[in-house]
Nanobody, 123 residues
Framework: HVQLVESGGGSVQAGGSLRLSCVLS????????MAWFRQSPGTERERVAS????????DYADSVKGRFTISHDNAKYTLTLQMNSLKPEDTAMYYC?????????????????WGQGTQVTVS
């Protein structure tokens, strides 16, 4: 069965950087949609960034454009989110997600598979 396991969260001061990783297992193809979402208490889940694993269809929330970079290593089935110039408002639980659909559907919130989440705290 499909599993997603995140790592790399933690606490950092404003202006700092963190790198999140997510490894997918249980799926043989390396062409699918992947995304990072985040949610903080009392707020709706927000799609932060998404992409087609061939390296196209990259899409970012306005709030993170120019600061966050999503990428995917096909050989390692690993999704990465490089987060720079972090702000206190970036504090949230971050989740990676996968959707086995075509690239035109990557920039959506309708993802079927989710990781357990990793906490990012910016002070």
């Amino acid at each position: 069965h499909v599993q997603l396991v995140e790592s790399g969260g933690g606490s950092v001061q404003a202006g700092g950087s963190l790198r999140l990783s997510c490894v997918l297992s249980g799926y043989n193809s390396n062409r699918y949609c992947m995304a990072w979402f985040r949610q903080s208490p009392g707020t709706e889940r927000e799609r932060v960034a998404s992409m087609w694993t061939a390296g196209t269809n990259l899409d970012y929330a306005d709030s993170v454009k120019g600061r966050f970079t999503i990428s995917h290593d096909n050989a390692k089935y690993t999704l990465t989110l490089q987060m720079n110039s972090l702000k206190p408002e970036d504090t949230a639980m971050y989740y990676c997600a996968a959707r086995f659909a075509g690239p035109s559907l990557c920039a959506s919130t309708d993802y079927a598979y989710w990781g357990q989440g990793t906490q990012v705290t910016v002070s």
